[in-house]
Nanobody
Framework: QVQLVESGGGLVQAGGSLRLSCAAS????????MGWYRQAPGKQRELVAG???????NYADPVKGRSTISRDNAKNTVYLQMNSLKPEDTAVYYC????????????????WGQGTQVTVSS
């Protein structure tokens, strides 16, 4: 089993910054893609940013230029630095990881964190 634990959410004024962290632990051989998603009230969960094990990144249009995703493979941790936050960034942010638990198996399982609330006041 694998656990993802997020931290770093909170209340911030518009224009401010936050850094989210997500640490994966448990039965992990390697982690392929890691990413951040968010879900605002009444809306579907959407991708914010993703990063491969090799460091390739992709961002949703609403956060491009304001956010940076990074990861520390040695610590099985992914980060999301968010700057110039806007009220529309308010949501629960979820960490996601595609994990290979055994070196002898190509099976990959997807895991989610419990979510961390980000609230941006105007």
């Amino acid at each position: 089993q694998v656990q993802l634990v997020e931290s770093g959410g909170g209340l911030v004024q518009a224009g401010g910054s936050l850094r989210l962290s997500c640490a994966a632990s448990g039965r992990i051989s390697s982690i392929n893609t890691m990413g951040w998603y968010r879900q605002a009230p009444g809306k579907q969960r959407e991708l914010v940013a993703g990063i491969t094990s090799g460091g390739s990144t992709n961002y949703a249009d609403p956060v491009k230029g304001r956010s940076t995703i990074s990861r520390d493979n040695a610590k099985n941790t992914v980060y999301l630095q968010m700057n110039s936050l806007k009220p529309e960034d308010t949501a629960v942010y979820y960490c996601n990881a595609e994990v290979m638990s055994y070196s002898w198996s190509a099976r990959r399982d997807e895991y989610w964190g419990q979510g961390t609330q980000v609230t941006v006041s105007s």
